[in-house]
């Protein structure tokens, strides 16, 4: 699967964003997708997961403790694409963010570390002014 990042830019403290993961090449409802951030000079760390949907309509999500009640992670399967809304942004939100994807079908495990993805998009930019 391919996947594609998008929707970054430049905002400021307090204003939202939505991030798009577009995927193409395969069933995309079998997959688990992630969401996460490196900001210069830092490792890359977890921000959001959901977990493949297969052939139901129900799946489950996790958030990093530093943007629940901020962020929301959702799927369109019939689109191919993961959303990540963030409201509320504060400057050390400021990173590129990364979606990722695992081929998990008929499978609700939500995962939250990058050595459990193959795929990865190429990232995009935030960056929250104070």
């Known amino acids: 699967v391919q996947l594609q990042a998008y929707g970054g830019g430049l905002v400021q403290a307090g204003d939202s964003l939505r991030l798009s993961c577009a995927a193409s090449?395969?069933?995309?409802?079998?997959?688990?997708v992630g969401w996460f951030r490196q900001a210069s000079g830092k490792e890359r760390e977890f921000v959001a997961a959901i977990s493949s949907t297969g052939d139901q309509n129900s799946h489950y999500a996790d958030y990093s403790a530093s943007v629940e009640g901020r962020f929301t992670i959702s799927r369109v399967n019939a689109e191919n694409t993961v959303y990540l809304q963030m409201n509320s942004l504060k400057p050390e939100d400021t990173a590129v963010y990364y979606c990722?994807?695992?081929?998990?079908?008929?499978?609700?495990?939500?995962?939250?570390?990058?050595?459990?993805?193959?795929?990865w998009g190429q990232g995009t930019l935030v960056t929250v002014s104070s």
């Open positions: 990722a994807a695992d081929f998990r079908p008929f499978n609700s495990v939500v995962l939250t570390t990058t050595t459990q993805y193959d795929y």
């Open positions: 090449g395969r069933t995309f409802s079998n997959y688990a």
